[in-house]
């Protein structure tokens, strides 16, 4: 079990602005641990009675999360905001009440549009492997794909 998991509460009251009661806005990751730009997270639900987590997060507008792998899948539902995302080998445009599903060891990043923050909750198992950044070999191969590179650019489709 997860030593950061506490039990959840019956009820977290929204106080608006996606933000919920009893639940600290923290920086997405450690900055020195992998690149990304103006990405907070907020645990929602992070229990021992439950498989996984559920996670709020926050791109802030021409943001982006860190472009990583890993063993675990995810489950993602946008809340807020217009952005793109990059599921393995395809680049999707994402908005509210989109559902993005990201199998195991599939390259993903998300990117907010330039209009505003880009807002979702994360679904992902409780006990779960540490992310992977992409090698030189990787990032190359990434790139053999032109709507790829210009995602990874940050250029508009």
């Given amino acids: ?3 950061t998991m506490v039990k959840t509460p019956a009820l977290r009251p929204s106080l608006g602005g996606f933000r ?3 639940v600290e806005t923290r920086a997405y990751k450690d900055e020195a641990s992998a690149p990304y730009l103006g990405v907070t997270r907020q645990t929602l639900a992070s229990d021992p009675r439950l498989a996984g987590e559920l996670r709020y997060f926050e791109v802030q507008p021409s943001g982006y999360s860190t472009l990583e792998r890993h063993e675990h899948m995810h489950a993602v539902m946008i809340l807020r905001g217009e952005g793109r995302a990059l599921v393995g080998d395809e ?3 994402v908005g509210p009440h989109d ?3 990201i199998a195991g060891w599939a390259w993903h990043q998300f990117r907010a549009g330039p209009g505003g923050p880009l807002g979702f909750l994360c679904l992902v198992d ?3 492997d540490r992310p992977r950044l992409p090698t030189r070999d990787d ?4 790139r053999a794909d032109p ?3 210009r995602f990874l650019d940050g250029d508009a489709p």
């Avoid at 990032?139 to 990434?142: P, V």
């Fill in 91 to 93: 680049v999707f445009a």
């Fill in 147 to 149: 709507a790829i590179a």
């Fill in 99 to 101: 559902l993005v599903t």
């Fill in 1 to 3: 079990m997860n030593e």
């Fill in 126 to 128: 409780a006990e779960r």
């Fill in 139 to 142: 990032l190359e191969a990434l």
């Fill in 20 to 22: 919920w009661a009893g």
